[in-house]
């Protein structure tokens, strides 16, 4: 199946500061992404959708200003995390959907964000 | 909208039996797909079965195979001669998709259930 890469596997952030996650669909273009959340022992959670080259779509209480998503080309998306605090600390899960039936879509390894 | 309900928090079977893992949903809309995801310990989620509600007959992969009831709104995944590395989390996911335009909608993912595999 197609790949989806997610960098980094693992990042450790210091309150207030920021984080930036990059989601890579290695062979397919993605027009769409997701970004998920994942709680302990939790289903996903979808944050937002975003489509190349447009606005992402926020989930209803994702706080737009603190979670940023860039759509720059069909297969890089990213997810800014600013002024992280400590009850950001989760697991995040990048998805890239491909642009054709059956829209087929391919997830990412995810990235694991502690903030200290 | 849209919700799915595994109602099976935690399965158990023994090494080359056969269990079934539990699916409903709820939708208004005649044209969707649902799935399986699979999320070992790696936590990479991993899509094991598709199924599109305009088919009739069941899908099936290797080991995996769905009993589709869409009167019932029904989708359990049967996972025959279990092994080892079947055990994770399973995830029931829901996903309209209307034919006549062409698009399709976010997944819609059920709680999970956590599947172990014992000697």
């Known amino acids: 199946g197609a790949v989806v890469s997610q960098h980094p596997s693992r990042v450790i952030c210091k309150s207030g500061t920021s984080v930036k996650i990059e989601c890579r669909s290695l062979d397919f273009q993605a027009t769409t992404m997701f970004w998920y959340r994942q709680f302990p022992k939790k289903s996903l959670m979808l944050m937002a959708t975003s489509n190349e080259g447009s606005k992402a779509t926020y989930e209803q209480g994702v706080e737009k200003d603190k979670f940023l998503i860039n759509h720059a080309s069909l297969t890089l998306s990213t997810l800014t995390v600013t002024s992280a605090h400590p009850e950001d600390s989760s697991f995040y899960i990048c998805?890239?959907?491909?642009?054709?039936?059956?829209?087929?879509?391919?997830f990412g390894p995810g990235t694991r964000l502690t903030v200290t | 909208a849209q919700t799915v309900t595994q109602s099976q928090p935690e399965m158990s079977v023994q090494e080359a039996e056969t269990v079934t893992l539990s699916c409903t949903y709820d939708t208004s809309e005649s044209d969707y797909y649902l799935f399986w995801y699979k999320q070992p310990p790696s936590r990479q989620m991993i899509l094991v079965i598709r199924?599109?509600?305009?088919?009739?007959q069941n899908a099936t992969e290797n080991r995996f195979s769905v009993n589709f009831q869409k009167a019932a709104k029904s989708f359990s995944l049967k996972i025959s001669d279990s092994q080892l590395g079947d055990a994770a989390m399973y995830f029931c996911a829901y996903r309209s998709y209307p034919r006549a335009t062409g698009t399709a909608s976010k997944l819609t993912f059920g709680t999970g259930t956590r599947l172990q595999v014992t000697l």
């Open positions: 199924q599109e509600a305009y088919k009739q």
């Open positions: 998805s890239a959907r491909t642009g054709r039936p059956p829209y087929e879509q391919y």
